[in-house]
T-cell receptor, first 116, second 109 residues
Framework: NAGVTQTPKFQVLKTGQSMTLQCAQD?????MSWYRQDPGMGLRLIHY???????DQGEVPNGYNVSRSTTEDFPLRLLSAAPSQTSVYFC???????????????FGPGTRLTVL | EDQVTQSPEALRLQEGESSSLNCSYT??????LFWYRQDPGKGPEFLFT???AGEEKEKERLKATLTKKESFLHITAPKPEDSATYLC??????????FGTGTSLTVIP
């Protein structure tokens, strides 16, 4: 298993540009999520999905879109990049989300995004 | 409001000097409390899940405990390779996860 993979590792955008951060997992995990990590703020949930075709907003969803057409993939779209979106983005997945077993999340290596 | 607070922000220990990290939480229905380790430039690595007050889990030099309001990560006789940031997270019954800001641990040889 490759686990949770993310591309790209690094990205620089100009204000107003759009882009998609890719996330994939090969563990047949039900739950997938996107976080951003900023100094002093901890990891904050952007969007999550509990299965193919089902997505929901987390704590900081503004400026981001997601979709989940397959179990394996969960891309994050930045619609019009802003300097406030400069951050490290992590994708995570877990086998289950609504049980008391197998609900631990496994994280990808992250994408470091800079918006100028 | 659901939230997680970790203390201290940073901790420096001599090799072999045991200590504890604290994670206090308020959440509307706890589905689970998680501990992660994060090395610089990498994604968090899962350590433990705790579900009920009184529960304990151990792995090598680490032991996690849970009460109704907080969790502790006890580190016994730490080694330099234990240096990392330790993150605490809770999952609410609303399927969302909330993370603390972490404790940065440095173990000096």
């Amino acid at each position: 298993n490759a686990g949770v993979t993310q591309t790209p590792k690094f990205q620089v955008l100009k204000t107003g540009q759009s882009m998609t951060l890719q996330c994939a997992q090969d563990m047949n995990h039900e739950y997938m999520s996107w976080y951003r990590q900023d100094p002093g703020m901890g990891l904050r949930l952007i969007h999550y999905s509990v299965g193919a075709g089902i997505t929901d907003q987390g704590e900081v969803p503004n400026g981001y879109n997601v979709s989940r057409s397959t179990t394996e993939d969960f891309p994050l779209r930045l619609l019009s990049a802003a300097p406030s979106q400069t951050s490290v983005y992590f994708c995570a997945s877990s086998y289950r989300f609504n049980s008391r077993v197998n609900n631990e999340q496994f994280f990808g290596p992250g994408t470091r995004l800079t918006v100028l | 409001e659901d939230q997680v607070t970790q203390s201290p922000e940073a901790l420096r220990l001599q090799e072999g000097e045991s200590s504890s990290l604290n994670c206090s939480y308020t959440v509307s229905g706890l589905r689970g409390l998680f501990w992660y380790r994060q090395d610089p430039g990498k994604g968090p690595e899962f350590l433990f899940t705790l579900y009920s007050a009184g529960e304990e889990k151990e792995k090598e030099r680490l032991k996690a405990t849970l009460t109704k309001k907080e969790s502790f990560l006890h580190i016994t006789a730490p080694k330099p390779e234990d240096s990392a940031t330790y993150l605490c997270a809770v999952q609410s019954t609303g399927n969302q996860f909330y993370f603390g800001t972490g404790t940065s641990l440095t173990v000096i040889p």
